[in-house]
């Protein structure tokens, strides 16, 4: 059974960074490709970045490209995002995901279990 629990949400100001954790367990974490995703109030669900299988591939939604990465420890069952130069729009709740192939590019039919979310809230 596959089991995902994010942490490392909380609250901060804008341009701070913070470092988003998701812990895996139940499969064979290193065979599956990883991504996050997050949820606005009132907004659908949107794709923000994955990682591959190996970790040497990464894709990010363009609202986050060169202020999110998303890598994995596979020795630790481990999936990372860290955000820096972090803005009001990027409050949200954020969902960590697994996919049953090596790497998504962020479809999100892909992704087969989720976690339960943490709360991220950027504040001026």
């Known amino acids: 059974q596959v089991h995902l629990v994010e942490s490392g949400g909380g609250s901060v100001q804008a341009g701070g960074s913070l470092r988003l954790s998701c812990e895996a367990s139940g499969f064979i974490f290193s065979s599956y490709g990883m991504g996050w995703f997050r949820q606005a109030p009132g907004k659908r669900r949107e794709f923000v970045a994955s990682?591959?299988?190996?970790?040497?591939?990464?894709d990010y939604a363009d609202s986050v490209t060169g202020r999110f990465t998303a890598s994995r420890d596979n020795a630790k069952n481990m999936v990372y995002l860290q955000m820096d130069n972090l803005k009001l729009e990027d409050t949200a709740v954020y969902y960590c995901?697994?996919?049953?192939?090596?790497?998504?590019?962020?479809?999100?039919?892909?992704?087969?279990?989720w976690g339960q979310g943490t709360q991220v809230t950027v504040s001026s």
């Open positions: 990682v591959s299988w190996n970790g040497d591939y990464a």
């Open positions: 995901a697994a996919a049953e192939v090596p790497h998504s590019r962020g479809v999100e039919v892909d992704f087969t279990s």
